[in-house]
């Protein structure tokens, strides 16, 4: 079974601050696809990054940022620099690779605030 | 069309009623998902066409719902003698393939339908 843990519900930070979401997932199957969402208050759902189970190398976007690592099942979002526009819920998300169906996350509600 | 497309985008409907929700997918996307979204918690999966072929109903979660895709585009989730439950957001998301669910673009989804069951 797939399982995805965003332990963090609430995060508030002070515009200019980084922060780092943390995401913990579990899965049997050696070859998995990890994705992160940003859902704003409009209430879509944002596509930020997928990340195969191959590579493990880190990636940065602007001030988006995330660390993958296999050693501890975590894919790790940190936002540097935070603006108020950075406010929203954020899900954390698997696909595993003979499966069709994503497992989110509970998110977690990023508030940035001046 | 550019993006997928969910109507209506709110429904409030009686408790007992049946209600249709609408999901038109990114113009050529093979696949198409349906997940259902409580307040608080991340989207679930419901269930996935490929073409107008269901591959996928383990999510629905009992017989009042049901989904269909007749002619591979358009697709339509019902449920019916709708229960308070049932109120979420619903949420569809389409892909150019199965394949493509995985890529760097993952699926698109829409803006969702919110249901509110009284």
């Known amino acids: 079974a797939q399982k995805v843990t965003q332990a963090q519900t609430e995060i508030s930070v002070v515009e200019k601050e980084d922060v780092t979401l943390d995401c913990v997932y579990e899965t049997r199957d050696t070859t998995y696809y990890l994705f992160w969402y940003k859902q704003p208050p409009s209430g879509e759902l944002v596509f930020l990054i997928r990340r195969n189970s191959f590579d493990e190398q880190n990636e940065i976007s602007g001030r988006y940022s995330w660390n993958f690592q296999k050693s501890t099942s975590s894919f790790n979002f940190t936002i540097t620099a935070s603006q108020v526009v950075d406010s929203a819920v954020y899900f954390c998300?698997?696909?595993?690779?003979?499966?069709?169906?994503?497992?989110f996350g509970t998110g977690t509600q990023l508030k940035v605030e001046l | 069309g550019a993006g997928v497309s969910q109507s209506p985008r709110y429904k409030v409907t009686k408790r007992g009623q049946d209600v249709a929700l609408r999901c038109d997918p990114i113009?050529?996307?093979?696949?198409l998902y349906w997940y259902r979204q409580a307040l608080g918690q991340g989207p679930e999966f419901l269930t996935y066409?490929?073409?107008?072929?269901?591959?996928?109903k383990s999510g629905l979660p009992n017989d009042r719902f049901s989904a269909e895709r007749p002619e591979g585009s358009i697709s339509t989730l019902t449920i019916q003698r709708t229960e308070q439950r049932d109120s979420a957001m619903y949420r569809c998301?389409?892909?150019?393939?199965?394949?493509?669910?995985?890529?760097?673009?993952?699926?698109?989804f829409g803006s969702g339908t919110r249901l509110t069951v009284v």
């Open positions: 113009s050529g996307h093979v696949s």
């Open positions: 998301a389409s892909s150019l393939a199965v394949a493509d669910s995985r890529s760097n673009y993952g699926y698109t």
């Open positions: 998300a698997l696909l595993t690779g003979g499966g069709n169906k994503l497992t």
């Open positions: 066409f490929n073409y107008e072929a269901q591959q996928d």
